[in-house]
């Protein structure tokens, strides 16, 4: 019976020490475990104009403009700060306003406009039917664009 | 054999569940109601998930893949959630039958895994517009499905039965680690996945009308590992009976 203790407890300790160990490489390694980095983090520490990063965030709500040929122009923002994005290509089925994106490129020569290689949309966590977001929005409970979720 | 010793002495208290024979009784009388469940929840959730539920107001008809990402990916964390408690009953009270279990259930957490990951990426590219991105949900995922292919691959890996056992029970604890990083890793990060749904504080996020067959569906997932896993563990059972008995491998691994 002791052996079993014995080993019920360096099973136990075994998952301590690994589970500590693993959270302070995760904690460590924060910086790079992220798949996006927000707009304000962007205007509080700057961006070197060669770095490639993807920014984060909601598409502004009227910022989006066609451009010549495919190329758009509109902001990422975190309801705090926006950056200006360009990117020439096919935009994804979920790109819209105030929806979420994810841009992958580095900051232009001009150090101000964001120029994007790959965007992706990103989707939130509410599912409804069509008939129901209709509803909530033409009861003015909800509003979309201000990137809050539905009331419940 | 020092097996048999091993469970007659274990009549007590919760250990009394891990009798391999008092198992087999259990699994003889519960696998008939599981089977008609898995039936029923399966048709009624199928039916309902492809045709009888609305399609969503930013995805439209996309989001039924949902209905089989969605409890694919519950039953990779809880197939090896279950895989872990029975490689800690084995090594620390050398309860047999948890291992046979883990080993038998490893192969159906290690599909469940395939078809949440290859299910996201088919939804991924309309949606997000990519198959595939290193974020953190995706990778901790893709690195449970190494660590089923690594159990199976370590537990076949020793001419010694019981070393392999070993070997692959003491991976899968290892392992358990990665659970919580995958269930919280949109939390803790940002990812390109979005937050959980379901399983959040408050109200879930899905409208109920998406909900019922969201649910029925994972009942007909879970009660399918039920099924099998009962089908493979008495085979296994079987299995090693015949090399306990010195028979040659005759089924395989």
């Known amino acids: 019976m002791t052996r079993k203790r014995r080993r019920l407890h360096v099973a136990l300790l075994g998952l301590l020490s690994l589970g500590t160990a693993t959270a302070l490489v995760l904690t460590a390694f924060e910086d790079n475990l992220v798949f996006f980095v927000s707009p304000t983090k962007i205007a509080e520490e700057g961006l070197e104009p060669d770095r490639y990063v993807r920014i984060g965030g909601l598409v502004e709500e009227g910022s989006v403009q066609q451009l010549e040929g495919n190329r758009v122009l509109f902001r990422v923002t975190d309801l705090a700060h926006a950056i200006p994005v360009t990117y020439d290509g096919i935009l994804p089925d979920l790109f819209r306003e105030g929806q979420g994106v994810v841009a992958q490129g580095s900051i232009g020569a001009d150090g101000e406009i964001f120029v994007a290689r790959e965007v992706l949309a990103r989707h939130d966590e509410n599912y409804m039917p069509a008939e129901v977001a209709e509803a909530l929005q033409a009861s003015g409970q909800w509003r979309p664009e201000s990137g809050q979720p539905p009331p419940r | 054999m020092s097996r048999a010793a091993t469970t007659a002495s274990e009549s007590r208290s919760l250990h009394r569940f891990a009798n391999p024979a008092r198992f087999l009784r259990a699994a003889d009388a519960v696998y008939p109601w ?193 099924v099998v896993l009962i089908l493979r563990t008495k085979s296994e059972m079987l299995n090693a009976r015949l090399r306990a008995l010195g028979v040659a491998d005759l089924g395989g691994r």
């Open chain 2, 34 to 226: 599981a089977l008609a469940g898995l039936v029923v929840s399966l048709g009624i959730g199928l039916f309902l998930a492809l045709f009888a539920s609305p399609p969503d107001y930013q995805q439209g008809d996309t989001v039924r893949i949902m209905y089989v990402h969605v409890p694919s990916a519950w039953m990779a964390l809880f197939v090896y959630a279950s895989m872990a408690a029975g490689s800690a009953s084995y090594l620390i009270w050398r309860h047999p039958l948890g291992v046979i279990t883990a080993k038998a259930a490893a192969p159906v957490g290690a599909a469940f895994t395939f078809l949440a990951l290859a299910t996201g990426s088919l939804w991924g590219k309309p949606m997000w517009g990519t198959w595939w991105v290193w974020d953190a949900r995706l990778t901790s995922v893709l690195i449970l499905f190494f660590l089923y292919l690594g159990y199976i691959a370590l537990m076949n890996a020793f001419e010694n039965a019981e070393r392999g056992q070993k070997a692959a029970s003491l991976l899968c604890l290892v392992g358990v680690i990665n659970l919580p990083i995958i269930k919280f890793s949109v939390d803790w990060w940002n990812t390109l996945h979005q937050p959980a749904s379901v399983s959040r504080i408050g109200t879930p996020a899905i409208h109920e009308s998406m909900l019922w067959p969201l649910g029925l569906m994972a009942l007909a997932f879970t009660l399918y590992f039920i």
